[in-house]
């Protein structure tokens, strides 16, 4: 069964860090490029960064371009966003999200990881 | 850059069909794959299209996709409605290496 647990989530305040992670099971994790989208409260989707399995294609939106970085660790079937100058826009689920072989849609999702920014 | 645009919300009856679109504010809306996703109140999303019409394995047949070039916009049609449909839905393309999703339709049904 494909499985996709996010942690790391809390409250910080604006200008800090947070670091929110992805532990993938069920599949061959090396084999999908695997992204992040995010939800503020009440508020639609919204796609935060994408990574391939090979690390070499990495994109971001741009609300997070330059404040965040994602990456992986296929040997430990991880998926990581290190988040930084957070701001209240920040706030919301923070969902990880494997492309499917096509790397045309979602094909899996976690259940999210809370993130609030407040001070 | 574009915008897909959706209706906020629409209503329908058990047993009755309705077509929520996504109009894209800019570029054909056939030069990139469009899919959509169901999110359940307090669940995780899910996709019920892909590349436009494509059902995932073990969505119902009661959902399909399709996209109309004259008004630049995509469709998903649910058929045979049922309250396990009241769900939000939103479509997502890309523009170029990015993904964009539209706003979101609330589905109610009653």
């Known amino acids: 069964e494909v499985q996709l647990v996010e942690s790391g989530g809390g409250l910080v305040k604006p200008g800090g860090s947070l670091r929110l992670s992805c532990t993938a099971s069920?599949?061959?994790?090396?084999?999908?490029?695997m992204n992040w989208v995010r939800q503020a409260p009440g508020k639609g989707l919204e796609w935060v960064a994408s990574i391939n399995s090979g690390k070499n294609y990495i994109y971001y939106a741009d609300s997070v371009k330059g404040r965040f970085t994602v990456s992986r660790d296929n040997t430990k079937k991880s998926l990581s966003l290190q988040m930084n100058s957070l701001t209240a826009e920040d706030t919301g689920v923070y969902y990880c999200a494997r492309d499917d072989f096509g790397d045309l849609y979602f094909d899996f999702w976690g259940q999210g990881t809370w993130v609030t920014v407040s001070s | 850059n574009f915008m897909l645009t959706q209706i906020h919300s629409v209503s329908a009856s058990p047993g009755k069909t309705v077509t929520i679109s996504c109009t894209r504010s800019r570029g054909s809306i056939a030069s990139n794959y469009v899919q959509w996703y169901q999110q359940r109140p307090g669940s995780s999303p899910t996709n019920v299209i892909f590349?436009?019409?494509?059902?995932p394995s073990g969505v119902s047949d009661r959902f399909s996709g399709s996209i109309d070039t004259s008004s630049n916009s995509a469709s998903l049609t649910i058929s045979g409605l049922k309250t396990e449909d009241e769900a939000d839905y939103y479509c997502?393309?890309?523009?170029?290496?990015?993904?964009?999703f539209g706003g979101g339709t609330k589905l109610t049904v009653l």
């Open positions: 997502q393309s890309f523009d170029g290496v990015n993904r964009v």
């Open positions: 069920g599949f061959t994790f090396r084999s999908h490029s």
């Open positions: 590349e436009d019409d494509q059902r």
